[in-house]
C-alpha cells in the first residue's frame, strides 16, 4: 500500500510503475464542498487516466452506497443493483456533498475508463465497521461511539446497510484478481438495520454502556434493500453483524475511545488522535 496526492499526477505515475492492478480506495468525507467535491472527482479521473498510460490490467475503485440510493424517485421495494444511480440535483439539495461527489466521480470514471479502454470495476461499500487499524477516528465509527457514550439519548428513525471492514477489504481485492469481473459495480453490504436493531445488539453485547431504547419517531422507516449476491459468487463468506459490532467496540475501548469505569455506566470520552490530511489516501501496489 502507498499513499499518495491524488492530484498530483506525478505521484501517482511512480506509484503505478510496474502494477498490473490499481485500487483506488475510499475518499475522505467532509461537509465543506470546497473541501470534497474537486479532490474527489479529479483525483479518481487521475487514477484511472495514470492507469490507462501505465497499461494497467484492472482498476478498482472504492465508492459509495450515497451514489445508488440517493433518488426520491427510487421504488424502496427494488433492490439497489449496479444500474442504480443517485439523483444529483437531489445530493445538491439536500446538501450531501459526499454523494454528489462520489457520484460524478464514478460516473465520469467509466466514461474515462471505457474510453481508454480500461478494465474498471467498483466496489460500493456501506457503513463499514470492525476493528479499526488507523488511529483516529472514522466517519463509520462515529456513527456507532454516539450510543455508547451516552451523547445520545434516542436514536434517529433511519435504516442502514453495514459491513465488515475485512469482508470489504476482502471483496476489492477478490474483484481485482477474478478473470472476468471488471465491467461492474458490486454492493458491498452485509445487511440493513433500523437503529432500534443496531441499538438493540449493541446492549446486549454491551449492556454496561448507556445506549438509547427510545425511537425519535414512529413508525420505522424501512431501509434500502439491496444485492451482494454478485460478491457471494466471487467467494465472500459475509460476517454477521454481531462480530463486527463487537470488534468495533472492543477496538474503541483498545484504543481509549471510550473507557468504562468501575460500577457504573458512565463512560469517559477521549479525544481523537489527528487524522491524515485529506490529500492523502491509500492505494494498493500490486
Given at each position: 500500500?502507498?499513499?499518495?496526492?491524488?492530484?498530483?499526477?506525478?505521484?501517482?505515475?511512480?506509484?503505478?510503475?510496474?502494477?498490473?492492478?490499481?485500487?483506488?480506495?475510499?475518499?475522505?468525507?467532509?461537509?465543506?464542498?470546497?473541501?470534497?467535491?474537486?479532490?474527489?472527482?479529479?483525483?479518481?479521473?487521475?487514477?484511472?487516466?495514470?492507469?490507462?498510460?501505465?497499461?494497467?490490467?484492472?482498476?478498482?475503485?472504492?465508492?459509495?452506497?450515497?451514489?445508488?440510493?440517493?433518488?426520491?424517485?427510487?421504488?424502496?421495494?427494488?433492490?439497489?443493483?449496479?444500474?442504480?444511480?443517485?439523483?444529483?440535483?437531489?445530493?445538491?439539495?439536500?446538501?450531501?456533498?459526499?454523494?454528489?461527489?462520489?457520484?460524478?466521480?464514478?460516473?465520469?470514471?467509466?466514461?474515462?475508463?471505457?474510453?481508454?479502454?480500461?478494465?474498471?470495476?467498483?466496489?460500493?461499500?456501506?457503513?463499514?465497521?470492525?476493528?479499526?487499524?488507523?488511529?483516529?477516528?472514522?466517519?463509520?465509527?462515529?456513527?456507532?461511539?454516539?450510543?455508547?457514550?451516552?451523547?445520545?439519548?434516542?436514536?434517529?428513525?433511519?435504516?442502514?446497510?453495514?459491513?465488515?471492514?475485512?469482508?470489504?477489504?476482502?471483496?476489492?481485492?477478490?474483484?481485482?484478481?477474478?478473470?472476468?469481473?471488471?465491467?461492474?459495480?458490486?454492493?458491498?453490504?452485509?445487511?440493513?438495520?433500523?437503529?432500534?436493531?443496531?441499538?438493540?445488539?449493541?446492549?446486549?453485547?454491551?449492556?454496561?454502556?448507556?445506549?438509547?431504547?427510545?425511537?425519535?419517531?414512529?413508525?420505522p422507516k424501512k431501509g434500502y434493500k439491496f444485492t451482494n449476491q454478485p460478491l457471494k459468487d466471487l467467494g465472500i463468506k459475509f460476517t454477521p453483524v454481531h462480530e463486527y459490532l463487537y470488534e468495533a467496540v472492543k477496538s474503541l475501548e483498545d484504543k481509549g475511545f471510550i473507557k468504562k469505569t468501575s460500577n457504573t455506566k458512565?463512560?469517559?470520552?477521549?479525544?481523537?488522535?489527528?487524522?491524515?490530511?485529506?490529500?492523502?489516501?491509500?492505494?494498493?501496489?500490486?
Amino acid at each position: 500500500m502507498v499513499s499518495v496526492d491524488l492530484l498530483d499526477r506525478g505521484s501517482l505515475r511512480a506509484a503505478f510503475a510496474g502494477c498490473h492492478g490499481v485500487i483506488h480506495t475510499a475518499s475522505p468525507m467532509h461537509d465543506d464542498p470546497e473541501e470534497i467535491i474537486e479532490p474527489v472527482i479529479t483525483g479518481t479521473l487521475n487514477v484511472v487516466e495514470v492507469a490507462a498510460d501505465a497499461g494497467v490490467r484492472r482498476v478498482v475503485l472504492s465508492s459509495t452506497i450515497g451514489t445508488m440510493y440517493m433518488d426520491p424517485r427510487r421504488d424502496p421495494d427494488s433492490p439497489l443493483d449496479d444500474s442504480c444511480w443517485s439523483d444529483l440535483d437531489y445530493c445538491k439539495n439536500t446538501k450531501n456533498w459526499y454523494c454528489y461527489a462520489k457520484t460524478i466521480a464514478e460516473r465520469k470514471a467509466w466514461e474515462v475508463a471505457r474510453g481508454r479502454g480500461v478494465d474498471m470495476a467498483v466496489v460500493i461499500p456501506v457503513v463499514v465497521l470492525g476493528e479499526l487499524l488507523q488511529p483516529g477516528m472514522n466517519t463509520s465509527t462515529k456513527h456507532i461511539l454516539k450510543y455508547l457514550t451516552g451523547e445520545a439519548k434516542t436514536y434517529v428513525n433511519e435504516s442502514h446497510a453495514y459491513v465488515h471492514v475485512v469482508d470489504a477489504a476482502e471483496a476489492h481485492v477478490r474483484v481485482l484478481e477474478a478473470p472476468g469481473a471488471g465491467g461492474r459495480r458490486y454492493v458491498c453490504a452485509e445487511r440493513t438495520l433500523h437503529r432500534s436493531e443496531l441499538c438493540r445488539i449493541l446492549a446486549g453485547l454491551f449492556p454496561e454502556y448507556p445506549i438509547p431504547t427510545r425511537d425519535e419517531i414512529n413508525p420505522p422507516k424501512k431501509g434500502y434493500k439491496f444485492t451482494n449476491q454478485p460478491l457471494k459468487d466471487l467467494g465472500i463468506k459475509f460476517t454477521p453483524v454481531h462480530e463486527y459490532l463487537y470488534e468495533a467496540v472492543k477496538s474503541l475501548e483498545d484504543k481509549g475511545f471510550i473507557k468504562k469505569t468501575s460500577n457504573t455506566k458512565e463512560l469517559h470520552r477521549q479525544s481523537s488522535p489527528p487524522q491524515n490530511s485529506p490529500a492523502s489516501m491509500l492505494m494498493s501496489k500490486l
